[in-house]
């Protein structure tokens, strides 16, 4: 592969890198599950364009299937079974609460990827471009989407930051081990889909019983 090629690619995964941390702080800032459904699934999209690049860099079909996988499992499979198994009113419904609000989140989000780039920054020495990129960004949106988790009231958007760190890991982990076995991520991907199966049905029979699939609502639940 030419030099200019080979900076092209670095280029456009810089660019694809931004574009993942900006849908972290999305997830925050999503005011309704559709929306947070929507991020998490440009997120995904990212993330499988940034492991064909990774392919492409390293010369590895390994990659590529992987690649595939994420495709069909992140960006098709899960959105597909959260609609089937979660209601429309859940969905569709207007306002998310959490915690805290979305412009105090932010600034905390902001607080966190410099963090991630502090704590990360020893490893990064002696290391390629895409790794330099990658591991902070994917640590950062790690720490983001957990943070998302403990903010939300509604169960489905902190399933979505559940998958969102799931997709943080990822992203690093593609960087630093891209030679990680293909059975590794098919396991990985089967059991991220079994997860959302059996979380949309909870979530489905908790807003079936209260109402509502606010968390702190469950402690109000009492036995007749």
């Known amino acids: 592969m030419t030099p200019d090629k080979v900076a092209w690619i670095r280029e456009v995964s810089l660019l694809d890198a931004g574009c993942f941390l900006l849908c972290s702080f999305g997830l925050i800032a999503a005011a309704q599950v559709l929306g947070c459904m929507r991020i998490y699934v440009i997120q995904s999209l990212l993330l ?4 064909v690049l990774l392919a492409l860099d390293y010369h ?3 990659l590529l299937a992987v690649a595939a996988i994420y495709l ?3 960006v098709l499979l899960i959105p597909f079974l959260l609609r089937r198994t979660a209601r429309q009113a859940m969905i569709a419904r207007r306002e998310l609460q959490q915690v805290i609000n979305v412009p105090m989140s932010l600034l905390i989000a902001l607080a966190l990827t410099v963090l991630a780039y502090y704590l990360v920054g020893p490893m990064l020495v002696h290391t390629g471009v895409i790794i330099h990129v990658n591991l902070p960004i994917g640590f950062a949106s790690v720490l983001i989407a957990v943070y998302t988790i403990t903010v939300r009231r509604e169960a489905l958007p902190q399933m979505l930051g559940l998958l969102a760190i799931e997709n943080g890991a990822f992203f690093a982990g593609i960087a ?10 098919l396991a990985a991907a089967f ?3 079994i997860i ?3 979380l949309g049905v909870l979530s489905t029979q908790i807003h079936h019983l209260s109402g509502s699939t606010e968390v702190g609502m469950l402690s109000e639940l009492t036995e007749d």
């Open 191 to 193: 059991d991220i889909l």
């Open 48 to 51: 499988t364009i940034d492991c």
């Open 176 to 185: 630093v081990a891209p030679t990680f076995p293909l059975v590794g991520e």
């Open 60 to 62: 590895s079909w390994d």
């Open 196 to 198: 959302v199966m059996i």
């Open 72 to 74: 069909i499992a992140k």
